[in-house]
């Protein structure tokens, strides 16, 4: 039996997706960045059923979604200022902090670490769910473990259709990629996944920042996002600096491709093509809805053009080196 879908305008919607989270049941939602998947935070045994439907390893950790900063500040045992000053700017919004966490927050939710990642989204949706609820609400994003992050109620439904309770429709999100995690715990923060929220404007409210690497699969991260391999479609995924030329090498050995670009080269016979927009914030809006669909015909390769090496294309970049074929 298919999961059940509402749209988020039914009068009743928010109200049954509340009630489902506090008994222990996992409901998808929007935010402004992609669908999560979510379960009451509080409740390890509700936690527990994310992990099993998206098989995710138990090293990754989840991000806990607040209404609030009230109730931010219950999950943590200590609020720096750094937090202050990055919540007043950016929440609620697209940016994940990582807090030393307090013991009401189970230890499944962080993958045993003594940090917790939390932020306040922007969603209509999420908000008002969050607040009907009344708990934080864990939620990672609604797929399968290391696919493609979905950005429709649909793409929920084909990844997590038999595995969780009730998905929310809200319609096709509108930033298109992940939060930005930045861990506040260190001296400088340190940034654990690009995302919306760029270095430039981080640093513009707490000065310079580090950078982390990705982690082994084995490894418990302090962060979701940092696994070498992440984000990734089932046709195997090529980034290529001259695509159009990569594209016809292989097509004229008769593969099925797809083709994903910013750059208006003209089509290729028989590519399937998507062309996205030549600035960094649109073309996150559209790339997993693109790659989504690319991914549903049935091709051999997805071949990428390369996005430009600076960083306001530092996440796009980011996602898709992770999703494509090591």
Same mark, same amino acid.
């Given at each position: 039996? =298919?999961?059940?879908?509402?749209?988020?305008?039914?009068?009743?919607?928010? *109200?049954?997706?509340?009630?489902?989270?506090?008994?222990?049941?996992?409901?998808?939602?929007?935010?402004?960045?992609?669908? *999560? !998947?979510?379960?009451?935070?509080?409740? &390890?045994?509700?936690?527990?059923?994310?992990?099993?439907?998206?098989?995710?390893?138990?090293?990754?950790?989840?991000?806990?979604?607040?209404?609030?900063?009230?109730? &931010?500040?219950?999950?943590?045992?200590?609020?720096?200022?750094?937090?202050?000053?990055?919540?007043?700017?950016?929440?609620? +919004?697209?940016?994940?902090?990582?807090?030393?966490?307090?013991?009401?927050?189970?230890?499944?939710?962080? &993958?045993? /670490?003594?940090?917790?990642?939390?932020?306040?989204?922007?969603?209509?949706?999420?908000?008002?769910?969050?607040?009907?609820?009344?708990?934080?609400?864990?939620?990672?994003?609604?797929?399968?473990?290391?696919?493609?992050?979905?950005?429709?109620?649909?793409?929920? =439904?084909?990844?997590?259709?038999?595995?969780?309770?009730?998905?929310?429709?809200?319609?096709?999100?509108? *930033?298109?990629?992940?939060?930005?995690?930045?861990?506040?715990?260190?001296?400088?923060?340190? !940034?654990? $996944?690009?995302?919306?929220?760029?270095?430039?404007?981080?640093?513009?409210?707490? +000065?310079?920042? =580090? $950078?982390? /690497? #990705?982690?082994?699969?084995?490894?418990?991260?302090?962060?979701? +996002? =940092?696994?070498?391999?992440?984000? @990734?479609?089932?046709?195997?995924?090529?980034?290529?600096?001259?695509? $159009?030329?990569?594209?016809?090498?292989?097509?004229?050995? /008769?593969? $099925?491709?797809?083709?994903?670009?910013?750059?208006?080269?003209?089509?290729?016979?028989?590519? @399937?093509?998507?062309?996205?927009?030549?600035?960094?914030? #649109?073309?996150?809006?559209?790339?997993?809805?693109?790659?989504?669909?690319?991914?549903?015909? /049935?091709?051999?390769?997805?071949?990428?053009?390369?996005?430009?090496?600076?960083?306001?294309?530092?996440?796009?970049?980011?996602?898709?080196?992770?999703?494509?074929?090591?």
């Amino acid at each position: 039996m =298919q999961t059940d879908t509402l749209p988020a305008t039914d009068p009743h919607a928010i *109200g049954r997706a509340a009630t489902l989270l506090r008994a222990g049941c996992l409901v998808a939602f929007p935010t402004e960045t992609v669908y *999560g !998947l979510g379960a009451n935070a509080l409740d &390890a045994d509700a936690v527990a059923r994310i992990f099993a439907a998206k098989g995710r390893p138990a090293t990754n950790p989840v991000i806990v979604h607040v209404a609030d900063r009230i109730h &931010a500040k219950k999950l943590v045992a200590d609020w720096p200022d750094s937090a202050t000053h990055l919540a007043d700017r950016f929440w609620p +919004g697209p940016l994940t902090l990582v807090l030393p966490k307090a013991p009401c927050v189970p230890d499944i939710v962080t &993958a045993g /670490g003594p940090t917790v990642a939390l932020r306040i989204p922007a969603h209509p949706v999420a908000l008002a769910l969050l607040r009907s609820c009344g708990v934080p609400i864990a939620a990672p994003s609604a797929n399968r473990s290391t696919e493609l992050s979905p950005t429709t109620a649909e793409h929920v =439904q084909r990844s997590l259709s038999d595995r969780i309770d009730l998905i929310l429709d809200g319609g096709p999100t509108s *930033g298109g990629l992940e939060s930005t995690v930045l861990d506040v715990t260190t001296n400088p923060p340190t !940034l654990l $996944r690009p995302g919306l929220v760029t270095i430039a404007e981080i640093e513009a409210i707490v +000065g310079s920042i =580090q $950078r982390a /690497g #990705s982690v082994g699969d084995d490894a418990p991260a302090r962060s979701p +996002g =940092q696994m070498a391999r992440h984000y @990734s479609p089932r046709t195997p995924l090529t980034i290529a600096t001259t695509s $159009r030329r990569h594209i016809e090498t292989l097509t004229a050995d /008769g593969a $099925r491709i797809g083709w994903l670009t910013h750059r208006d080269e003209g089509e290729v016979p028989g590519v @399937s093509r998507v062309l996205l927009p030549a600035d960094p914030v #649109s073309y996150s809006a559209r790339l997993y809805a693109a790659l989504h669909h690319i991914d549903s015909l /049935g091709l051999e390769r997805i071949i990428v053009e390369a996005p430009p090496d600076d960083d306001a294309w530092l996440a796009v970049r980011d996602r898709l080196h992770r999703a494509a074929e090591a």
